[in-house]
T-cell receptor
């Protein structure tokens, strides 16, 4: 099966902890992304990773960092989570920068 | 800066009818790409249809079609013969030719009733 796979589906943690989410795509796409979807369902792009080039949305806090071992994997690490980080984090990939995106099923983070 | 606006928060229709969802965008770029995505109740986001700015003909895929009005910076999504399973949140999105960002609108919740 070819798709974008995210783990875990759901994660609960306390303020100040570090968390890491995994994303893997088996579509052979060249570019991967992370989006944050808040409680109002607003989708905001966080990162783009293409051919070892990382592009960061300047509005993303520094406690967020992407990690990639190859073009099929793009993980997301959050150091010292805060309550406002509670959201759904969606990973996506695209064949080229102008292609449509394929999304993973998301990781729901709850910070208590 | 690019911006995508969906003013309809929610729409309810009876199944088998046609519905149109509005989307307007802002861009200074002459080349851009417009997309519609659907997010189901399970949270899954699925690509539906796209329109490239240089194409004059409206895109059509299955029972989805677009009403691309370039002078008005508008890209409406039309769903014909709606079905219960079309109930979802529909997102309009845009990417400028020179940008790395795919920007999404705020979404429109569609409810299809029997």
């Amino acid at each position: 099966e070819t798709a974008v796979f995210q783990t875990p589906n759901y994660h609960v943690t306390q303020v100040g902890n570090e968390v890491s989410f995994n994303c893997k795509q088996t579509l052979g796409h060249d570019t991967m992304y992370w989006y944050k979807q808040d409680s109002k369902k607003l989708l905001k792009i966080m990162f783009s990773y293409n051919n070892k080039q990382l592009i960061v949305n300047e509005t993303v806090p520094r406690r967020f960092s992407p990690q990639s071992s190859d073009k099929a994997h793009l993980n997301l690490r959050i150091k010292s989570v805060e309550p406002e980080d509670s959201a759904v984090y969606l990973c996506a990939s695209s064949r080229t920068s102008n292609s449509d995106y394929t999304f993973g099923s998301g990781t729901r983070l709850l910070v208590i | 800066a690019q911006k995508v606006t969906q003013t309809q928060t929610s729409i309810s229709v009876v199944e088998k009818t046609t519905v149109t969802m509005d989307c307007v965008y802002e861009t200074r770029d002459s080349s851009y790409f417009l997309f519609w995505y659907k997010q189901t109740a399970s949270g899954e986001i699925v690509f539906l249809i796209r329109q490239d700015s240089y194409k004059k003909e409206n895109a059509t895929v299955g029972h989805y079609s677009l009403n691309f009005q370039k002078p008005k910076s508008s890209i409406g999504l039309i769903i014909t013969a709606t079905q219960i399973e079309d109930s979802a949140v529909y997102f309009c999105a845009m990417r400028e030719g020179g940008s790395w960002q795919l920007i999404f609108g705020s979404g429109t919740q569609l409810t299809v009733m029997p």
